[in-house]
């Protein structure tokens, strides 16, 4: 059971596109949504994270849009680079302020962007 | 600072051998410590967590195990490997409140 959907599993875009990564949830415990990317080889690294009292978070060219209601949330990558090509995944904690907390992945979306 | 290693990095086992991939982390006591599959297709799969020595709880009913024997180390372990069990191990560790810190992974492959 996927608690953490993301689509599309795969994206191409030219250099300078914006690339957009959507995810969706049922599970009302989750309170935190970071967003991992990995390069081929090595493990995953966070990017950007976003609370769910907040629509929309930005750091650099990442922007993180969250809809509480309809329980999705999406990346986007402004002015992508041949060096975003990586898988993102993102994710959701359920209990992250407690010790039990645990952090559950979509499948992960794999971005080529030429150049 | 703190670091999480894991080794082996890359391991070829037949079916039915046995598997022992270890986890350490540095720089930090008390961590939670987690293992995490990935597998093609499937994206990271939460396979066991563990809070403090000898406190492992599963997520997912398989042919593998989890140990805690020390503070920083978490082993993954199974009796007798699947075809099914090949993929991308990682282990990892929460810092603070928010944050999964990941090591650089172990690959196996079960032929």
């Known amino acids: 059971q996927q608690q953490v959907k993301q689509s599309p599993q795969s994206l191409i875009v030219q250099k300078g596109g914006i690339p957009i990564i959507n995810c969706a949830y049922e599970?009302?415990?989750?309170?935190?949504f970071p967003w991992y990317q990995q390069f081929p080889g090595k493990g995953p690294a966070l990017l950007i994270a976003i609370r769910p009292d907040v629509s929309e978070k930005k750091e650099g060219r990442f922007t993180i849009s969250f809809n509480k209601s309809a329980k999705q949330f999406s990346l986007h990558i402004m002015d992508s680079q041949p060096g975003d090509s990586a898988t993102y995944f993102c994710?959701?904690?359920?209990?992250?302020?407690?010790?039990?907390?645990?952090?559950?992945f979509g499948r992960g979306t794999q971005l080529t962007v030429w150049p | 600072s703190q670091t999480i290693h894991q080794w082996p990095a890359t391991l070829v086992q037949p079916v039915g051998s046995p598997l022992s991939l270890e986890c350490t982390v540095e720089?930090?006591?008390?961590?939670?410590l987690y293992w995490y599959r990935q597998a093609a297709g499937r994206g990271l799969q939460l396979l066991f967590y563990?809070?403090?020595?000898?406190?492992i709880s599963s997520e997912v009913p398989q042919n593998l195990s989890a140990s805690r024997p020390q503070d920083r180390q978490f082993i993954l372990s199974s009796k007798k490997l699947l075809l099914s069990d090949s993929g991308f191990y990682l282990c990892a560790w929460k810092l603070g409140a928010n944050v999964l810190t990941f090591g650089a992974g172990s690959r196996l492959t079960v032929l």
């Open positions: 599970n009302t415990a989750f309170d935190y």
């Open positions: 994710a959701a904690w359920e209990g992250r302020g407690s010790t039990l907390g645990r952090l559950y």
């Open positions: 563990s809070v403090g020595i000898g406190q």
């Open positions: 720089g930090t006591s008390n961590p939670n």
